[in-house]
């Protein structure tokens, strides 16, 4: 008899706590699509590769973006290598936000950047996890983020086509696009053109393709040699029939601006390779902008959006206004 109680017990207590799990999984839900609602492009920076310089690309894409005009949020989801914090010379320890979640650390006046970098004890320390964690951390740095209205997110995800993109794949949603970066030579070529079949698999629009590293411009002569060689990825491009952004040049300055943690392209403004971000970020320049009775209106709905974040019908009626 006493038996029985028990195990009916245990029962009920199992019961329970099935049903709050599934209660906080539809609130986290909940969460993350007001969170997407307003935000208007989510540009999802993919390689294939490692080492082609895809985080110093992300990074400087969203400065860039920002020094534009563009209010853009910035979300490092490198899980076993993040580099975000280091480029940019930040060290932050998360604060709550206007609207519940975490706020993230500025970096100026129209960037926000978040990185798992900041909710790790130590610096040195490593992110061993499988695939069902990661999936649920970047579900959490989606959704708990206070990001509020964006024009564009800018996401660095870690080279290959594994968890990580695959997670960002399905929880960015609607306005999702990926930039492709890869280096000229054709032993890179090879495994980025995974990262396009990848896309196509998935459903994710390829917004365009940077070859990076694409010839070294000397410092004192000015003359360019191509020490990777030069065109890999514009042919790769061409051959699927995906936009070329353009080719950014190798140069120095790039590791001196990601050594003092300040941005290249405000360090170095005239520099060929600030040149070359300018020229590769004009179509996502046009993609994002506002037809012109939109901004004042977008303005004046942050606030009213992002107090109402817990009310999905309310963030959904303001994104809607946004555009």
């Known amino acids: 008899m006493s038996g029985g109680h028990a195990q009916g017990g245990q029962a009920h207590g199992d019961s329970h706590g099935c049903r709050q799990i599934a209660d906080d999984q539809r609130q986290q839900q909940d969460q993350l699509d007001v969170r997407m609602m307003l935000i208007r492009h989510k540009f999802l920076v993919l390689s294939g590769k490692g080492g082609v310089g895809k985080s110093t690309v992300a990074v400087n894409l969203a400065v860039a973006l920002a020094d534009a005009g563009r209010r853009v949020g910035l979300l490092d989801v490198d899980l076993h290598g ?51 964690r990661k999936y649920s951390a970047i579900r959490q740095l989606l959704a708990g983020v206070d990001w509020g209205h964006l024009d564009c997110l800018v996401v660095d995800a870690p080279p290959g086509t594994g968890d990580e993109p695959l997670a960002l794949a399905e929880l960015l949603g609607d306005g999702a696009g990926a930039v492709i970066v890869s280096t000229p030579q054709q032993v890179a070529v090879t495994d980025v053109r995974k990262a396009l079949v990848f896309c196509e698999k998935v459903g994710l629009p390829v917004l365009g393709v940077i070859e990076n590293m694409s010839g070294f411009v000397c410092p004192h002569c000015g003359e360019t040699t191509d020490i990777f060689l030069s065109g890999g990825a514009e042919a790769m491009a061409a051959e699927r029939g995906v936009p070329f952004l353009g080719r950014v040049p190798m140069d120095p300055a790039v590791v001196q601006a990601g050594e003092r943690g300040v941005p290249y392209v405000q360090a170095f403004a005239d520099s060929p390779g600030a040149a070359a971000f300018a020229a590769a970020i004009e179509p996502l320049l046009r993609l994002t902008e506002r037809p012109a009775g939109n901004r004042s209106a977008a303005l004046a709905s942050d606030g009213a959006t992002l107090g109402a974040a817990k009310d999905p019908a309310a963030a959904s009626t303001a994104a809607a206004q946004d555009g």
């Open 82 to 132: 993040p580099s975000v914090p280091g480029l940019l010379g930040l060290r932050y320890t998360p604060q709550p936000g206007h609207a519940g979640g975490i706020a993230p650390a500025q970096v100026g006046e129209r960037l926000g950047a978040m990185s798992i970098q900041f909710f790790l004890p130590d610096a040195d320390d490593a992110v061993i996890w499988r695939g069902p």
